[in-house]
Nanobody, 118 residues
Framework: VQLQASGGGLVQVGGYLSLSCVASGNIFSIDYMGWYRQAPGKQRELVAEVTRGGVRRYADAVMGRSTISRDNAKSTVFLRVNILKPEDTGVYYC?????????????WGQGTQVTVSS
């Protein structure tokens, strides 16, 4: 499985970010798809994830102002975060986790920089 992310860049405080990530390869082995981010000097942390069946989980930091969605037919996961804050700045990584029966591997896409500026 390979992941290709797009989106990000420089955005204004109070604005929104929109990211997408397309999976290729053995896509039917993918259970979770989601997004993590890493701010300078901090550990990588979950932003949001969604299972193939549509169960969603959000980090407290983005709860109520973000939406993760998934199109299984297109093997794509989307993330939108509204009301951006400077602390939303970081490198955002697309993530996929395979079903346990397929090895349970964790796959990372390339990071995409998001900078929230005032």
């Amino acid at each position: 499985v390979q992941l290709q992310a797009s989106g990000g860049g420089l955005v204004q405080v109070g604005g929104y970010l929109s990211l997408s990530c397309v999976a290729s390869g053995n896509i039917f082995s993918i259970d979770y798809m989601g997004w993590y981010r890493q701010a300078p000097g901090k550990q990588r942390e979950l932003v949001a994830e969604v299972t193939r069946g549509g169960v969603r989980r959000y980090a407290d930091a983005v709860m109520g102002r973000s939406t993760i969605s998934r199109d299984n037919a297109k093997s794509t996961v989307f993330l939108r975060v509204n009301i951006l804050k400077p602390e939303d700045t970081g490198v955002y990584y697309c993530n996929a986790r395979l079903y346990d029966g397929d090895g349970g591997d964790v796959i990372w896409g390339q990071g995409t920089q998001v900078t929230v500026s005032s």
